[in-house]
């Protein structure tokens, strides 16, 4: 049975991130993975990494939470709209608080190296746009899934990561948002 967190970006739980995250949940319980989430936007936490890595700043229990299920977790699933090509505010808080020195990686001493602390997992990444994917991908290059993806999963140590952009959300009807859902159900199921 594979370990599932599904992690929710989103601040608003009226979006239709909330409803891709339901269905990404809905196709995993068929295929019988253990489920746990995180959403983002019902933490209770400082989102600013005040003193950097310099000093050390106690997590809030719903980030020491977070971090049990990141470590639980066999397989990630980061749910977020793409907004000015990152992620919403909250969630780059989320990352900034919750992803640090000992947790999920490891300076060397006198080193440019680190350790990765978070290896063995893989992860999914599932986007929603304003613009077309391949907008996106052609014209900016696609910042925010080289921030998540290398810069952020990778560096940690999660090594197999796929992406799923999901537009243009905006200007698309009922019926390809359906379709959409479908789409993210079947990933559920194949657990991927």
């Given at each position: ?106 300076k060397r001493e006198n080193s ?81």
């Amino acid at each position: 049975m594979q370990k599932i967190l599904i992690i929710n970006g989103h601040p608003d739980a009226e979006s239709y991130n909330y409803a891709v995250s339901d269905a990404y949940k809905k196709g995993a319980a068929k295929a019988g993975a253990e489920i746990q989430q995180i959403n983002i936007r019902e933490l209770d936490f400082n989102p600013n990494l005040q003193f950097g890595y310099r000093k050390r700043t106690e997590l809030e229990p719903d980030l020491l939470e977070a971090q049990e299920k990141l470590k639980w977790a066999e397989h990630l699933v980061w749910i977020y709209p793409v907004w000015w090509g990152s992620v919403p505010a909250m969630m780059k808080g989320f990352l900034d608080r919750v992803m640090l020195p000992g947790f999920a990686f490891q300076k060397r001493e006198n080193s440019l190296w680190w350790d990765k602390c978070l290896t063995g997992k893989t992860a999914r990444i599932i986007c929603t746009l304003d613009q077309p994917e391949w907008y996106y991908r052609l014209v900016y290059r696609s910042p925010s899934h080289h921030a998540m993806k290398r810069v952020t999963l990778n560096y940690i140590g999660v090594k197999k990561v796929r992406i799923t952009a999901i537009g243009p959300i905006r200007l698309s009807k009922k019926e390809l948002k359906e379709k959409w859902l479908k789409k993210v159900e079947k990933l559920g199921e194949m657990l991927k």
